[in-house]
Structures are given as C-alpha cells and as structure tokens.
C-alpha cells in the first residue's frame, strides 16, 4: 500500500516526467475536443479549457501557444485516431476495384462518424471569421488526398499517369464518394441507411472507374 500511495504522489519541483507531460496533454485535447464539439470554435476559449481541465493558463498556453493551435491538435489527434482504425482493418487489395471499393467504405465510416460531422460544421459555420480552421480542414483533406493518390500508383492503371494527374484523380474520387451521404448526413435530405451506403460506394467506384479508365 505505501508502495501505491508513493507512486500515485505528485511530483513537486522540477520538470514533469514525459508521461505525465502525455497526461496532461492527453486531458486538454480531450476537454477541448469535448468543449469545441459541442459549443463551436468561437464559444469556446483558452481559459474554459484550462478551468474544465483543471490546469493552469500557463500550462496551457507552454503546450499550445493560441486557440487555433489547439484546435489543430485536437483535429490531428482525432485525424490519427481515424486513420488508424481504417488501416487496422484493410487489406493487401488484389485489383483497383477492390481497392477503390475499400476506400471508399472506410472513407464513409470516418466521414459519417458523429465526431467528423460535428469538425465539418464547425469549420463551415465559422471558416470566414477564423481561416485557420479552414486551413487545418484542408491540411487534413490534402493527407487524405495523397494517400488515395498513393494508393492508384500501385496499379498499372494508376501508375501510368503522372503524379500530377493522380492528385488530380484522387481529389475526385473523395468528393465523389463522400459528398452526397455527408450532406444528407447533415439534414440536407433523406440519410441513408446501411443498404444505402454500400450501393452508394459501390455505384461511386464504378463511375469513378468509367471515367479514370477512359
């Protein structure tokens, strides 16, 4: 018991061991997910975040020098969260349809996450006041981009355009797959359901295809 209660102490004077640096950190982008999520970007500020997470603002501020900052870690860490669930699950794809296929159903279970829906609201209700959120949505979408693009140079198809083209190709197909479910996802028509979306990403892959082929 002493043994526990010893190693459950703060740590008083000096720098704090990396893990509780971790710690810490890991707190404040959950609280400020959690905050940004549901108030908006606007509503939300640096000193709620350090009062609901019980840190000091200077703490706060060592970590992540503005608002904007955080909002970037909190969209990086839950970008890397969702990257990693869709790359546990894929498989060595076998041919470009199959691979365009699984792409595009773990595209749409990411984008339809209630998480990613409430990010994009966020940056369309307030990207004219604060274009810093524009431009984090936009670095996360040109990562997403470049691993579709990546992707098609694996197959002969792909690989015989230039690298230009297949930015150009895999910018296409994202728009193509995710716009219309995120939309009605959004209250702008009818969502679908589970039958819906997988006729949808495979009806996208085969459009895709027609005009890539061509």
């Known amino acids: 018991m002493a043994e526990a209660a010893t190693?459950?102490?703060?740590?008083?004077?000096?720098?704090?061991?990396?893990?509780?640096?971790?710690?810490?950190e890991g707190r404040i982008l959950d609280v400020a997910r959690s905050l940004f999520f549901r108030q908006g970007f606007a509503a939300t500020s640096m000193e709620q975040v350090a009062?609901?997470?019980?840190?000091?603002?200077?703490?706060?501020?060592?970590?992540f020098r503005d608002k904007a900052a955080l909002f970037r870690g909190v969209v990086d860490r839950q970008v890397g969260t969702?990257?990693?669930?869709?790359?546990?699950?894929a498989k060595p794809p076998e041919s470009l349809p199959a691979a365009?296929?699984?792409?595009?159903?773990?595209?749409?279970?990411?984008?339809?996450?209630?998480?990613?829906?409430?990010?994009?609201?966020?940056?369309?209700?307030?990207?004219e006041?604060?274009?810093?959120?524009?431009?984090?949505?936009?670095?996360?979408?040109?990562?997403?981009i470049e691993w579709l693009a990546s992707l098609?140079?694996?197959?002969?198809?792909?690989?015989?355009?230039?690298?230009?083209?297949?930015?150009?190709a895999a910018e296409q197909f994202l728009l193509l797959v995710v716009s219309g479910p995120r939309r009605?996802?959004?209250?702008?028509?009818?969502?679908?359901?589970?039958a819906g979306l997988a006729s949808w990403a495979e009806r996208s892959v085969e459009l895709f295809l027609d005009g890539f082929r061509g």
């Open 152 to 168: 098609l140079a694996r197959f002969p198809e792909g690989a015989r355009l230039s690298p230009a083209q297949r930015l150009f």
């Open 51 to 63: 009062a609901v997470a019980h840190i000091s603002k200077r703490t706060l501020y060592a970590r």
């Open 100 to 127: 365009l296929l699984e792409a595009a159903h773990g595209i749409l279970h990411v984008a339809l996450e209630s998480e990613a829906l409430a990010l994009h609201r966020i940056v369309v209700a307030e990207a």
């Open 7 to 24: 190693a459950l102490k703060p740590r008083h004077g000096g720098r704090p061991s990396r893990e509780e640096s971790g710690r810490t």
């Open 184 to 194: 009605r996802a959004l209250g702008l028509g009818r969502p679908f359901d589970r």
């Open 82 to 89: 969702w990257r990693g669930s869709f790359e546990a699950g």
């Open 129 to 144: 006041r604060f274009p810093e959120l524009a431009r984090t949505l936009a670095a996360t979408s040109t990562a997403g």
